[in-house]
């Protein structure tokens, strides 16, 4: 007979809550094949494996949504430039029904809530197609994980590589931020350490102290 695994191993399979788990055994959904004698639920590899296979084949992606960022207020006609170049590709294209999103943020700011709330969407395998504009208007950095992650749960990630809807001061901002960001970690490692340089030196004069008093 094939081992059980715990709730907590199975819901971290599946990339769900524990709660979750229990509110799909109340529905009928995933079923535990037994239970310790104190009552807690086990499954087995086998058993979970199958019913992603059946949530994947149950929710293929359906939703196409197109993506617009600027990182500031000022760039809004930035933003509606980007917009419409993206609507008259999906039209050339004959998409119908995409969802248009547009936010205001940086990119190197991964906290923007419309940018969040459409990675969840992915993760859930609603996204068929994510459509940009240029790859940093999604992130500045990192773009190569976020298109792996979106592959991974079924949605395309289709570019069209617009340099001119780019902007060139949000890179000069973005580099100036991370500029900032790694001097404040040098200032607070030079404190640190001639913090740490005072403290041995303390120490050693308080070996000394009590060497000569013995």
């Not at 509110?23 to 086998?46: F, H, K, M």
């Not at 570019?159 to 949000?170: A, G, I």
């Not at 404190?191 to 013995?214: M, P, S, W």
Request: contains cysteine; aromatic residues 8%.
């Amino acid at each position: 007979m094939e081992s059980t695994i715990s709730t907590g191993k199975a819901a971290k399979l599946l990339g769900v809550s524990v709660k979750t788990l229990q509110r799909w055994e109340r529905e009928g959904r995933l079923i535990p094949v037994a239970r310790t004698d104190s009552n807690r639920r086990l499954y087995t590899e086998t058993q979970i494996r199958e019913f992603i296979g059946l949530r994947q084949a149950n929710h293929a992606p359906t939703k196409l949504v197109a993506y617009c960022r600027v990182s500031n207020a000022a760039q809004k006609p930035d933003l509606a430039n980007q917009r419409k170049v993206l609507e008259e590709f999906v039209v050339a294209k004959g998409l119908a029904g995409v969802e248009f999103i547009e936010e205001v943020g940086g990119g190197l700011n991964f906290r923007r809530k419309r940018f969040l709330a459409l990675m969840d969407e992915i993760g859930r395998r609603e996204v068929k197609m994510l459509i940009l504009a240029h790859r940093d208007r999604l992130t500045r950095f990192g773009f190569e994980w976020f298109e792996h992650y979106a592959q991974a749960h079924g949605c395309e990630v289709l570019v069209l590589n617009q340099e001119r809807l780019s902007p060139e001061q949000e890179m000069v901002q973005d580099l100036m931020t991370i500029v900032h960001c790694f001097s404040s970690r040098l200032y607070g490692l030079r404190n640190y350490r001639k913090k740490l340089n005072e403290a041995l030196k303390q120490d050693v004069n308080d070996v000394k102290k009590a060497q000569q008093c013995n």
